[in-house]
């Protein structure tokens, strides 16, 4: 069976999936002041954040329309699969199944499944392995949505960031109480829930402190690590990641590592200096 995987562009692609025809990514759009940037392979991270830094407001997003998502389900693969940031973070998942909707309108049926990620980022690029292995192994289209939506329930986020402004002011963090770090150089360790809302899993002093704090955490709650993928993705803090990554492989055994640099809407968001990590 042909198939196609559309993430949207908060989910990073390693540089294997940019050359695989199988997987397709629909870019959302990001806007500072009056600089409109989209989340494509024109994609420049050290510009973006340049201009974020001189900016006094807050840089925002927008997500693919549903006619976008139906163009892309326009093609001649038989199995189509869209993986989207968290329903509960964006509309990219709405926009993805209003165009499943519309092609089916217009155009009739045809196999397609929209996976809501409930995480992010990295997240994302998981899932999208996930149903390529399963499209590989010859399942049908039924089997292959019911193992990736368990995989996705499996699935943990956790996330370290320099600052929690912008997912603030952008009201990803309306289920949070008010969370003042201040002067203290508090930093939160956050992760995801499993319905896809942002939620605070402890905190530290510090930013290193942060992150062992997360390792420590990944290392308690992963299960059967040895058939799981370990994928971290940072944004411009290379040497931070591989820090991360070094730490829970002294304490975990994993099937692989993925370790990507952040695309641009997980650059908005994680902002200069952020880690999200997803077992």
């Known amino acids: 069976m042909s198939y196609k995987i559309i993430v949207d562009s908060c989910g990073e692609f390693t540089e294997r ?20 940037i989209v989340d494509d392979d024109t994609f420049n991270q050290a510009e973006f954040l340049r201009l974020v830094a001189e900016s006094p407001n807050c840089p925002k997003s927008s997500c693919p329309s549903p006619e976008k998502y139906m163009q892309e389900y326009t093609n001649e693969a038989e199995n189509i699969y869209a993986v989207t940031l968290s329903s509960q973070l964006s509309g990219s998942y709405n926009s993805a199944v209003l165009g499943k909707n519309l092609y089916h309108e217009e155009k009739g049926d045809k196999n397609i499944h929209v996976f809501d990620s409930r995480s992010a980022s990295i997240g994302e690029t998981l899932i999208a392995l996930k149903t390529e292995e399963c499209e590989k192994s ?4 039924s089997e292959i949505i019911k193992v990736v939506e368990e995989y996705i329930e499996g699935l943990n986020t956790y996330f370290v960031l320099e600052s929690l402004e912008t997912l603030r002011k952008n009201g990803r963090l309306s289920n949070l109480k008010a969370f003042v770090a201040g002067a203290l150089n508090i930093k939160p360790v956050m992760g995801a829930t499993k319905e896809g809302t942002i939620c605070q899993l ?26 799981k993928i370990l994928a971290i993705s940072h944004c411009n803090c290379r040497e931070r990641a591989l820090m991360v990554k070094d730490e829970l492989l002294k304490k975990c ?11 641009g809407v997980s650059s908005l968001y994680a902002n200069d200096g952020g880690i999200i990590v997803v077992v």
């Open 17 to 36: 999936l940019k050359k695989d025809e199988h997987f397709v990514s629909v870019p959302l759009q990001l806007q500072v002041d009056d600089h409109i």
């Open 138 to 141: 010859g399942m049908k289209f």
């Open 253 to 263: 055994k994993f099937k692989d590592v993925i370790l990507c640099d952040t695309a």
């Open 202 to 227: 402890g905190q530290a002093r510090g930013i290193n402190k942060a992150l062992d704090k997360m390792i420590n955490l990944i290392v308690e709650q992963v299960k059967d690590s040895e058939n």
